[in-house]
C-alpha cells in the first residue's frame, strides 16, 4: 500500500515536472514569435509519424536508457553520478579501438566491444568511488574532473591512433562487422538508426531492477544510500558498496556509450562531451531512479531529440527547444521540494472536506449573487 | 628560453583572467554556503550577452562597444544567476542538480536565441579589446616586458576585482557574515545575519563575476560565441578547489592552469614544447585538482556548509 503512494507521488510529481519543461518550452516559442500548438505538433509528429521515425526515436533513447541507468544506480546507493559523460566517451572509446583493430566474426567482435566498452566505463567511474571510499573525496567534484580527462584523452588518442581519413576531428569509421546495426533490425523498421542496442538496453533496465530489488547486493546498495552510518551499524561493507555501485553505474554508462558511438553513429568526433551523459540526471530524475521510469523517461527524450529536427524544418522554431525543455523539467525536479511539501499539505485535507468546502464558497457566492 | 616565456606570457595572462574572475564568483558562492556547478552555464551566458551586446552597438560606437558588452554580460549573468540562488536558497533545492539545469538551461537557450537572432548559431565581433602598453612601467626590465606590455585593461580589472574582494571578503562585516553562512549558517542566523539574504547576494555577485568572464573570454581570446564554453567553467572550478577557497590560492591555480592551457595550445609551433604531448598539458588541471582533493582530504578548507539548503527549523 506505501509503495503505491509512493509511486503515485513520484508519477505526478515527474508529470509537473515535465508540464512545467512544456511550459517553459511553449514560453520560449512565444517570446520568439511562433506558434506553440504548432511547434508541439510537430515536435510530436516528428518522433513518431513513420516507423522510421518510430525507429529513430528508439535510436536515440539507447544511450539515454544507459545514462539514465547509470545515474540512477549511483543515486539509489546515495552517490551523484554526474560523470556519465565521460564514461560514455571511455566506453565509446574501447568500443572503437576494438572495432578498428581486429577482423574477428560480428558475434565475437560485438562481445568484445560490450565487454570492453563495460569494463573501460566501470573502471573509469571506480576511481572516483575509490576517491570517495577511501579519502572521502566528493564524487561530484570528481566525476567532473574525470570527465574532462576523459574528454581530453579522446581529443588526442582517437587522431593519433584512429584519424579518419578526411577530418582531423573524427576517428576512421567502423567497420560493418563492429556496428550493433543489424541489418534485419534496420530494415524492420525502415533504415533508421536503431540497433542492438535498444535489446541491450532492455535487458540491462531487467538487470538493474533485479539487482536493485532482488539480490542482497541491491539490498546493500541501498541500505548505503538510505543511511551510511546504519549500514554500517548493521554489518555491511559501506567502502566496499560505495566503489561497487559507482563501478555499476559506470559500466552502465560505459555500455551506453558503446550503443551510441559503435550504434547510433560510426565514428568518434573529438572536442564534444556527450550530452546524453548530462541528459542521463534528466532521465534519472524523471524516472524517479527507479529503472522502468528510467526507460520511460529516456523514450520520452527520446522522442523530443527526434523531433526537433522535422519541426524545425516545418517551423521557424529552432531545434534547441528541446534541450531547453529537457532542461527546464532538470530545473523543476531538482526544486520538487517545493511540490512535495505542497502535495503533503493537499493530502491532509480530506477529498470530502474539499468538496464540502467548496461547495460551502458556491453556496457563499450564489447567495452574495442574489443579494 | 626566456624569448620563449615572452611569447606565451601574454596568452597565458589572457587565458588565466577569464578563469580568475569566474573562479572568483565561485569563491563567493561557495563561501556563502552555495555549491556552483552552474559556473559553465554562467559563463556561457556572458559570452552570447557580451557577443549579442557588441554586435549589435559595434557600428554605432566602436570605442565604447567591448565595455558595454562587458556590462551586459555582467548584469545578465547576475539575472540568470538569481535562478540559481531561487532553487537552492529559496526553495532547497539539491544545489548540484540545480547547476547542472543552470548549466544546460544556457547551453539551449543562448543556442536558441542566436539560432534565432543570427541564423547560423554563431554571434561574432569584428573588433575584440586592443592591448595596450603602459607607459613607464614597461620599462621596468624583464617584469616590464612579461606584465606591462601588449596588456588588456580586463586584466587590470580583474586584478583590481580580486583585490576589493579579498579585502570585502576577509576585512569586512559584510564578508565575515558571508563566510559565516558557509561555514555555519545557524550560528550566523542567531547572531542576526539573514542568511538567505547573504547566498541570494553571494550567487548573483558569482553570476556576474562569471558573466563578465565569459565576456571577457570574448573580447580577449576567442572573438565569437559559438554555443559552448568548452569547460572554462569547469576549469575554474577546479581552480577554485585547487586553490582551496582562498582569493590568493585561486589567483596562483588560475595562473597554473592558463600557462598549462596556454603551452598545450601553441606547443604545435613551438619545437622545444611540441615534444611535451598535449594531452598531459590539457589534462594536468583537473589531475592536479583530484591530486589536491586527496591531498587535503584530511584537513579539506572547504566551506563546512556548502551544499546544504539552509533549514532555519533545523538545529
Given at each position: 500500500m506505501k509503495t503505491k503512494v509512493r509511486v503515485r507521488k513520484d508519477f505526478f510529481m515527474s508529470l509537473f515536472a515535465v508540464i512545467l519543461g512544456l511550459v517553459a518550452g511553449a514560453g520560449l516559442m512565444i517570446a520568439t514569435g511562433n506558434n506553440p500548438f504548432e511547434g508541439f505538433y510537430y515536435l510530436l509528429r516528428g518522433g513518431v509519424m513513420n516507423i522510421e521515425r518510430i525507429g529513430n526515436t528508439l535510436a536515440t533513447a539507447t544511450p539515454l536508457i544507459f545514462a539514465g541507468l547509470s545515474v540512477a544506480f549511483a543515486f539509489r546507493t546515495g552517490l551523484f553520478n554526474i560523470g556519465g559523460a565521460g564514461q560514455m566517451l571511455i566506453g565509446g572509446l574501447c568500443a572503437t579501438a576494438i572495432g578498428l583493430t581486429f577482423a574477428w566474426p560480428k558475434p565475437l567482435l560485438l562481445t568484445a566491444i560490450i565487454l570492453a566498452s563495460l569494463l573501460g566505463g566501470a573502471l573509469w567511474a571506480a576511481l572516483p568511488g575509490f576517491l570517495k571510499a577511501r579519502f572521502n573525496v566528493h564524487e561530484?567534484?570528481?566525476?567532473?574532473?574525470?570527465?574532462?580527462i576523459a574528454y581530453w584523452t579522446?581529443?588526442?588518442?582517437?587522431?593519433?591512433?584512429?584519424?579518419?581519413?578526411?577530418?582531423?576531428?573524427?576517428?576512421?569509421?567502423?567497420?560493418?562487422?563492429?556496428?550493433?546495426?543489424?541489418?534485419?533490425?534496420?530494415?524492420?523498421?525502415?533504415?533508421?538508426?536503431?540497433?542492438?542496442?535498444?535489446?541491450?538496453?532492455v535487458i540491462f533496465v531487467l538487470i538493474s531492477a533485479f539487482i536493485l530489488e532482488r539480490t542482497t547486493l541491491g539490498y546493500e546498495l541501498k541500505a548505503v544510500g538510505y543511511n551510511r552510518d546504519a549500514a554500517r551499524a548493521a554489518g555491511i561493507n559501506v567502502n566496499r558498496n560505495i566503489m561497487l555501485s559507482m563501478a555499476i553505474a559506470g559500466a552502465l554508462a560505459g555500455l551506453g556509450g558503446a550503443t551510441f558511438y559503435v550504434g547510433f553513429a560510426s565514428n568518434m568526433q573529438i572536442g564534444v562531451l556527450p550530452a546524453q551523459g548530462f541528459d542521463g540526471i534528466a532521465v534519472a530524475l524523471l524516472g524517479a531512479n527507479s529503472p522502468w521510469g528510467v526507460f520511460a523517461a529516456a523514450l520520452f527524450f527520446g522522442l523530443l531529440h527526434t523531433g526537433k529536427g522535422f519541426m524545425n524544418a516545418m517551423t521557424a522554431i529552432p531545434p534547441e527547444i528541446a534541450d531547453t525543455i529537457i532542461a527546464t523539467i532538470i530545473y523543476f525536479a531538482a526544486t520538487s521540494v517545493l511540490i512535495e511539501r505542497n502535495w503533503d499539505k493537499l493530502k491532509?485535507?480530506?477529498?470530502?472536506?474539499?468538496?464540502?468546502?467548496?461547495?460551502?464558497?458556491?453556496?457563499e457566492a450564489e447567495a452574495g449573487g442574489e443579494k | 628560453?626566456?624569448?620563449?616565456?615572452?611569447?606565451?606570457?601574454?596568452?597565458?595572462?589572457?587565458?588565466?583572467?577569464?578563469?580568475?574572475?569566474?573562479?572568483?564568483?565561485?569563491?563567493?558562492?561557495?563561501r556563502s554556503g552555495v555549491v556552483n556547478i552552474g559556473l559553465e552555464g554562467l559563463m556561457l551566458m556572458g559570452m552570447f550577452v557580451g557577443a549579442y551586446t557588441i554586435s549589435q552597438v559595434e557600428s554605432a560606437s566602436p570605442g565604447m562597444a567591448v565595455w558595454y558588452g562587458l556590462l551586459a554580460a555582467t548584469v545578465f549573468g547576475a539575472l540568470f544567476a538569481v535562478l540559481h540562488a531561487f532553487a537552492c536558497v529559496t526553495l532547497n533545492a539539491d544545489?548540484?542538480?540545480?547547476?547542472?539545469?543552470?548549466?544546460?538551461?544556457?547551453?539551449?537557450?543562448?543556442?536558441?536565441?542566436?539560432?534565432?537572432?543570427?541564423?547560423?548559431?554563431?554571434?561574432?565581433?569584428?573588433?575584440?579589446?586592443?592591448?595596450?602598453?603602459?607607459?613607464?612601467?614597461?620599462?621596468i626590465p624583464v617584469l616590464g616586458r612579461l606584465f606591462f606590455t601588449h596588456t588588456y585593461a580586463t586584466t587590470w580589472l580583474v586584478l583590481l576585482i580580486l583585490a576589493v574582494s579579498t579585502f570585502v571578503l576577509f576585512k569586512t562585516r559584510f564578508g565575515l557574515r558571508l563566510r559565516a553562512c558557509g561555514e555555519h549558517p545557524h550560528a550566523a542566523d542567531s547572531a542576526g545575519v539573514n542568511v538567505y539574504l547573504m547566498r541570494y547576494l553571494a550567487v548573483i555577485i558569482s553570476g556576474g563575476c562569471a558573466g563578465l568572464g565569459g565576456a571577457i573570454f570574448i573580447v580577449t581570446l576567442s572573438g565569437e560565441y559559438n554555443g559552448t564554453a568548452a569547460g572554462l567553467g569547469f576549469l575554474a572550478l577546479a581552480a577554485l578547489i585547487f586553490g582551496q577557497w582562498k582569493p590568493w590560492g585561486i589567483l596562483a591555480a588560475t595562473f597554473f592552469f592558463g600557462f598549462a592551457s596556454t603551452i598545450?595550445?601553441?606547443?604545435?609551433?613551438?619545437?622545444?614544447?611540441?615534444?611535451?604531448?598535449?594531452?598531459?598539458?590539457?589534462?594536468?588541471?583537473?589531475?592536479?585538482?583530484?591530486?589536491?582533493?586527496?591531498?587535503?582530504?584530511?584537513?579539506?578548507?572547504?566551506?563546512?556548509?556548502?551544499?546544504?539548503?539552509?533549514?532555519?527549523?533545523?538545529?
Amino acid at each position: 500500500m506505501k509503495t503505491k503512494v509512493r509511486v503515485r507521488k513520484d508519477f505526478f510529481m515527474s508529470l509537473f515536472a515535465v508540464i512545467l519543461g512544456l511550459v517553459a518550452g511553449a514560453g520560449l516559442m512565444i517570446a520568439t514569435g511562433n506558434n506553440p500548438f504548432e511547434g508541439f505538433y510537430y515536435l510530436l509528429r516528428g518522433g513518431v509519424m513513420n516507423i522510421e521515425r518510430i525507429g529513430n526515436t528508439l535510436a536515440t533513447a539507447t544511450p539515454l536508457i544507459f545514462a539514465g541507468l547509470s545515474v540512477a544506480f549511483a543515486f539509489r546507493t546515495g552517490l551523484f553520478n554526474i560523470g556519465g559523460a565521460g564514461q560514455m566517451l571511455i566506453g565509446g572509446l574501447c568500443a572503437t579501438a576494438i572495432g578498428l583493430t581486429f577482423a574477428w566474426p560480428k558475434p565475437l567482435l560485438l562481445t568484445a566491444i560490450i565487454l570492453a566498452s563495460l569494463l573501460g566505463g566501470a573502471l573509469w567511474a571506480a576511481l572516483p568511488g575509490f576517491l570517495k571510499a577511501r579519502f572521502n573525496v566528493h564524487e561530484v567534484v570528481a566525476t567532473i574532473m574525470m570527465n574532462w580527462i576523459a574528454y581530453w584523452t579522446v581529443f588526442y588518442i582517437v587522431p593519433w591512433y584512429f584519424k579518419g581519413p578526411f577530418l582531423e576531428t573524427e576517428s576512421q569509421r567502423i567497420p560493418e562487422a563492429a556496428s550493433l546495426k543489424v541489418p534485419w533490425l534496420t530494415s524492420l523498421f525502415s533504415g533508421s538508426y536503431i540497433n542492438l542496442g535498444i535489446v541491450l538496453a532492455v535487458i540491462f533496465v531487467l538487470i538493474s531492477a533485479f539487482i536493485l530489488e532482488r539480490t542482497t547486493l541491491g539490498y546493500e546498495l541501498k541500505a548505503v544510500g538510505y543511511n551510511r552510518d546504519a549500514a554500517r551499524a548493521a554489518g555491511i561493507n559501506v567502502n566496499r558498496n560505495i566503489m561497487l555501485s559507482m563501478a555499476i553505474a559506470g559500466a552502465l554508462a560505459g555500455l551506453g556509450g558503446a550503443t551510441f558511438y559503435v550504434g547510433f553513429a560510426s565514428n568518434m568526433q573529438i572536442g564534444v562531451l556527450p550530452a546524453q551523459g548530462f541528459d542521463g540526471i534528466a532521465v534519472a530524475l524523471l524516472g524517479a531512479n527507479s529503472p522502468w521510469g528510467v526507460f520511460a523517461a529516456a523514450l520520452f527524450f527520446g522522442l523530443l531529440h527526434t523531433g526537433k529536427g522535422f519541426m524545425n524544418a516545418m517551423t521557424a522554431i529552432p531545434p534547441e527547444i528541446a534541450d531547453t525543455i529537457i532542461a527546464t523539467i532538470i530545473y523543476f525536479a531538482a526544486t520538487s521540494v517545493l511540490i512535495e511539501r505542497n502535495w503533503d499539505k493537499l493530502k491532509k485535507i480530506k477529498p470530502k472536506a474539499l468538496f464540502r468546502k467548496g461547495k460551502v464558497e458556491k453556496l457563499e457566492a450564489e447567495a452574495g449573487g442574489e443579494k | 628560453m626566456i624569448d620563449l616565456v615572452y611569447q606565451i606570457f601574454p596568452y597565458a595572462i589572457a587565458f588565466t583572467i577569464p578563469l580568475l574572475i569566474t573562479s572568483l564568483g565561485g569563491l563567493y558562492s561557495e563561501r556563502s554556503g552555495v555549491v556552483n556547478i552552474g559556473l559553465e552555464g554562467l559563463m556561457l551566458m556572458g559570452m552570447f550577452v557580451g557577443a549579442y551586446t557588441i554586435s549589435q552597438v559595434e557600428s554605432a560606437s566602436p570605442g565604447m562597444a567591448v565595455w558595454y558588452g562587458l556590462l551586459a554580460a555582467t548584469v545578465f549573468g547576475a539575472l540568470f544567476a538569481v535562478l540559481h540562488a531561487f532553487a537552492c536558497v529559496t526553495l532547497n533545492a539539491d544545489q548540484v542538480i540545480s547547476g547542472i539545469a543552470i548549466n544546460m538551461i544556457a547551453s539551449a537557450v543562448t543556442v536558441y536565441l542566436a539560432r534565432f537572432f543570427t541564423g547560423s548559431g554563431n554571434v561574432q565581433i569584428i573588433r575584440g579589446m586592443s592591448r595596450l602598453t603602459i607607459p613607464v612601467l614597461s620599462d621596468i626590465p624583464v617584469l616590464g616586458r612579461l606584465f606591462f606590455t601588449h596588456t588588456y585593461a580586463t586584466t587590470w580589472l580583474v586584478l583590481l576585482i580580486l583585490a576589493v574582494s579579498t579585502f570585502v571578503l576577509f576585512k569586512t562585516r559584510f564578508g565575515l557574515r558571508l563566510r559565516a553562512c558557509g561555514e555555519h549558517p545557524h550560528a550566523a542566523d542567531s547572531a542576526g545575519v539573514n542568511v538567505y539574504l547573504m547566498r541570494y547576494l553571494a550567487v548573483i555577485i558569482s553570476g556576474g563575476c562569471a558573466g563578465l568572464g565569459g565576456a571577457i573570454f570574448i573580447v580577449t581570446l576567442s572573438g565569437e560565441y559559438n554555443g559552448t564554453a568548452a569547460g572554462l567553467g569547469f576549469l575554474a572550478l577546479a581552480a577554485l578547489i585547487f586553490g582551496q577557497w582562498k582569493p590568493w590560492g585561486i589567483l596562483a591555480a588560475t595562473f597554473f592552469f592558463g600557462f598549462a592551457s596556454t603551452i598545450a595550445n601553441v606547443s604545435q609551433v613551438i619545437p622545444v614544447l611540441a615534444q611535451i604531448p598535449g594531452i598531459y598539458l590539457k589534462a594536468f588541471p583537473y589531475v592536479v585538482t583530484l591530486i589536491a582533493l586527496v591531498l587535503s582530504s584530511k584537513s579539506s578548507q572547504a566551506p563546512k556548509a556548502a551544499g546544504e539548503p539552509y533549514d532555519k527549523g533545523k538545529r
